[in-house]
């Protein structure tokens, strides 16, 4: 465990992700590609909803992304409240922007799924709402880490956030068990018996999964790389100033 702690020291963080990076990067384009191809170019189409089933190698990873980003940015903050070590608070604000964007291409995909499936672009269904509802708190996540120029107290307000937003990101996530009159249906992929997802679809589906799991990885180290080189930065800066 003190192993894992040495992290936290920038220095090493940076020597780490120097060969880390490229390895996750580039595992994020195979990998993504071929759940994506795979999914939109080799599976047959549904015999109830057609081709437009298969937007579920977009939305679906996309979504568990976008409610994982700010499970994932939760317990950087926990980390940086507790133990104020500054990788975690700039790794946290690092996942914020890319988590926003899953967001959007949840919220995306999941309209252009809706309006032939339900009749409509939007309706204000328990999940969904839940599921824009984090997508402000994203927005005002980020907006807050722009408005505070001390780091440190911008790293406590922000957690702060955080823990009240987690409440909406567990709603996107179980909103369907909770209200289930709501038109979303219920879990695609799920170890309760019951029809679910067939494999021809899963596999794909498994491979996308990790795809966007690993484009997340990716880009939340490059952005804590460069949230750590802008820290250096302003330091230098200052210390120019005072000299």
Known sequence: MSSFWEYANPRRFMRTTDWLLPVVAAAALVVTATGLIWGFFFTPDDFRQGSTVKIIFLHVPSAL??????????????????????????????????????TMIALFTGAVWGQPMWGTWWAWDPRLTSFLILFLFYLGYIALWSAIED???????????????????????????????????GASLSLAPGTRVDWAYKAPLYVSMTGFALIFVALV????????????????VARERMT
């Not at 780091?151 to 289930?180: E, H, K, M, N, Q």
Request: glycine fraction near 6%; include cysteine.
């Open 151 to 185: 780091p440190d107290t911008g790293a406590d307000l922000t957690a702060v956030l955080c823990l009240v937003g987690t409440v909406f990101a567990l709603l996107s996530r179980y909103a369907a068990f909770f209200w289930s009159q709501g038109l979303h249906q």
């Open 65 to 102: 992304m976008a409610i994982n980003a700010w499970i994932m940015m939760l317990v950087a903050s926990l980390i940086w409240v507790v133990r104020r070590h500054h990788v975690s608070a700039l790794a946290a604000k690092a996942a914020a922007p890319v988590g926003m964007v899953m």
């Open 221 to 236: 180290l490059a952005g804590t790389r460069t949230e750590i080189r802008a820290r250096r930065m302003q330091a230098l």
